[in-house]
């Protein structure tokens, strides 16, 4: 059961006053930007903020502390140095304020304390759905985890890292994404409210536990967002720690307690809680949510170009004919020139499968699931006169990279395309279509076309 009446705060001792302070401090630093790079970023090259408005509501979401990204997600050792330097300044704020308040009666402190402990359930509370709410509705309108590509449907399964892996085999079932992000929406909402912020933080733990482990598990690069999350979660349950250990533990009665509102008497403060809690559910629920919606009603996602390739284009073509300087290159899987096969995407990009040596990209700043963590293809994006019939390429990773190519389209499914790469070799390549059927695609139960 939950009850308010016989809850007067966290207990007053040194050591109570002391971690309090200290996660005012932590969740403070936590959300608010302090680090340099977030204001240094091209926001419109990781959000698209210019053509989609309410993006700044994903830059606000997603701003990291320092310790989430360096070292790969897995910056622990920063993480406890956070922590530490928070506990050290619980530490002085507690101190300083026994000694200038030592003259106060008990009476007085403990409203302090009470004060502080509001504000803090509060800077918890908005930090945990400000982070979630993005996920959350990702999810429920499946852009997070988009469905393989068709150069990912090409990729072979040894080319991708074990965090991307998961990231395509999550896609692959928008049913268990848009089912995960209900649940994780839920958990959001229940923890905006003070009455239903236990049982929020409660699902949040059920949430955030397991998500910690695959990040771990699979080496997906964001293992200190989700512990820190979660950390948060925990922190709004420990007021309850002895009512949890009665009812669990010892199976005895017990009451778990909700903050009351403070007691404003000024009736501005009173107004402005509402608008500004009505506000924040408004932009960062129904606004954005709307917005998601209307992304995925058009088949696109933040996490891959968002425009649009030559229709006629789209499909697998294998490499019929590759000649580089006039010198004709049989097929070969081993040969590290000649192109393996192409494909062209819904959207604005062609990708080449080749044998080359690639470089790992595992950095996820302004992550795109087309060349984030995996190998074996060229990535580039396309521009197409069809008037002209001129092909311009410029390659997604290295910008230094770009083609223009002259096309002929002999017959349907067939190119013929000429040019110069950026290495000044002169190439001679054609494609013919490739009609194929992916499992992975079909749906449950439908038979599938060999």
Known sequence: MTHPSNYTGPASGLLQKTLLRS?????????????????????????????????????????????????G????????????????????????????????????????????????????????????????????FPVQMPF????????????????????????VSPFFEVFAGIFELIATVLILFRRTATLGALMMIAILLPIWFVNIGYDAGVELASLHLLFLSVALLLKDADNFYAILIRHRQGVINYIQLPGFREQWKKVARIVLKTGFIFLFLFYRGYHYEQLYAAGKTFKLPLDDGVKSFTGLYKVTYFRINNKL?????????????????????????????FKLKTDNKIRTTEYYGNIGRLYYGYEADTIKHILSLKNRVDTSDSIAFHYVLPSTGRFIIKGVNNKNDSLHIELERVEKHYPLSLKRNTEVRE
């Open 73 to 140: 997600g897995k910056n622990y050792e920063g993480w406890l140095i956070t922590l530490l330097v928070c506990l050290v300044i619980g530490i002085i704020w507690a101190l300083v304020e026994k000694q200038v308040n030592k003259d106060r009666n008990a009476l007085a402190q403990n409203s302090v304390d009470d004060r502080l402990y509001n504000l803090f359930f509060i800077l918890v509370r908005y930090q945990i759905a400000l982070r979630m709410s993005w996920f959350a509705i990702a999810k429920v």
């Open 329 to 357: 290159l049989p097929y070969s899987p081993d040969d590290t020139v000649r192109w393996q096969n192409v494909v062209f995407e819904k959207f604005n990009t062609i990708s080449i499968g080749s044998a080359g040596a």
């Open 23 to 71: 996660g005012i401090v932590y969740a403070a630093t936590t959300v608010i930007p302090f680090v340099p790079a977030f204001y240094q970023q091209d926001f419109d090259a990781g959000f698209s903020v210019k053509g989609y408005p309410y993006r700044w509501l994903d830059v606000i979401s997603q701003n990291n502390p320092w310790f989430f990204s360096s070292q």
């Open 148 to 171: 393989p590509t068709l150069s990912q449907l090409n990729t072979s399964l040894g080319n991708f890292t074990p965090g991307k892996l998961y990231w395509l085999t999550t896609g």
